[in-house]
T-cell receptor, first 112, second 115 residues
């Protein structure tokens, strides 16, 4: 069965510092991986995805994610955090039948 | 504007009183899905639909019903709501034509409180 783990409930980082939000997955077959962001009182917004190809995926708002097959990880990164990046981040894996499993979410706090 | 809309956005009801949350998309997407979001649990899929008249259970379907009579609409029905259905609900859609890489589009959410 598919699963997604986000090991950190919360990540705190100072503005201007690099940030990493961790995600590991378990899936049979090829992984189709996604990151979404949720701002307060808003729906989920798509950030980036890995389907195939380069292990480093670039997405919206300066975010990128690194796919690591041997470690079954898909960590979200940004070189320089902004206060406006503070939000709830979800990692998700999709199977060939389009069923999507979401992680529990990681709340990112960026302090000015 | 391409969007997924949900109504109502906020709802307070009492145990046992039937309710419907509507979801509509204007992008001609084949796939639609309902999720509930609970703290510490992320989003869990309730039901999904691959096309008109085709629906299937997700991970937490108990206590919910859906229908897909038209491509654009996918209502979520709670026949007899209970307090454990208090949650934040999201509808989403995606086009199947582009394959597995397509992105889901999410509605703004419906916050439901069952007393």
């Amino acid at each position: 069965a598919q699963s997604v783990a986000q090991p950190e409930d919360q990540v705190n980082v100072a503005e201007g510092n690099p940030l990493t939000v961790k995600c590991t997955y378990s899936v049979s077959g090829n992984p189709y991986l996604f990151w979404y962001v949720q701002y307060p009182n808003r729906g989920l917004q798509f950030l980036l995805k890995y389907i195939t190809g380069d292990n480093l995926v670039k997405g919206s708002y300066g975010f990128e994610a690194e796919f690591n097959k041997s470690q079954t990880s898909f960590h979200l990164k940004k070189p320089s955090a902004l206060v406006s990046d503070s939000a709830l981040y979800f990692c998700a894996v999709r199977d060939i039948g389009f069923k999507t499993i979401f992680g529990a979410g990681t709340r990112l706090f960026v302090k000015a | 504007e391409a969007q997924v809309t949900q109504n109502p956005r906020y709802l307070i009801t009492v145990t046992g009183k039937k309710l419907t949350v509507t979801c509509s998309q204007n992008m001609n997407h084949e796939y639609m899905s309902w999720y509930r979001q609970d703290p510490g649990l992320g989003l869990r899929q309730i039901y999904y639909s691959m096309n008109v008249e085709v629906t299937d259970k997700g991970d937490v379907p108990e206590g919910y019903k859906v229908s897909r009579k038209e491509k654009r609409n996918f209502p979520l029905i709670l026949e007899s709501p209970s307090p454990n259905q208090t949650s934040l609900y999201f509808c989403a859609s995606l086009p199947l034509a582009g394959g597995i890489q397509e992105t889901q589009y999410f509605g703004p959410g419906t916050r439901l409180l069952v007393l």
